[in-house]
């Protein structure tokens, strides 16, 4: 059976840091690239960075560029989200993701609130 399961959210005040987990299960997770989105109330689910599989190359949506890490470690099946200096822009439900191209699978998110 294949879970994704984010932990690491809560309430931040702005300025501050939160570290997003992602554990994964049920599927070879070191061949998917792994993937963190975001979905601010009355918004589209907007992706936020990816981590390839291989080379664990990374990209990230220019909003968070410089502020956000994505990490995996494949020995652990975990994906990690590093979010530092946050701003009430980045609260959001954030979702961990895994695809490979033929199938994808979706964790059922963890709220960030980012508020004083």
């Known amino acids: 059976q294949v879970q994704l399961v984010e932990s690491g959210g809560g309430l931040v005040q702005p300025g501050g840091s939160l570290r997003l987990s992602c554990a994964a299960s049920g599927f070879i997770f070191s061949l998917y690239t792994m993937s963190w989105y975001r979905q601010a109330p009355g918004k589209e689910r907007e992706l936020v960075a990816f981590?390839?599989?291989?080379?664990?190359?990374?990209n990230y949506a220019d909003s968070v560029k410089g502020r956000f890490t994505i990490s995996r470690d494949n020995s652990k099946n975990m994906v990690y989200l590093q979010m530092n200096s946050l701003k009430p822009e980045d609260t959001a439900v954030y979702y961990c993701?895994?695809?490979?191209?033929?199938?994808?699978?979706w964790g059922q998110g963890t709220q960030v609130t980012v508020s004083s």
């Open positions: 981590i390839s599989s291989g080379s664990g190359s990374t």
């Open positions: 993701k895994g695809n490979n191209g033929r199938r994808e699978y």
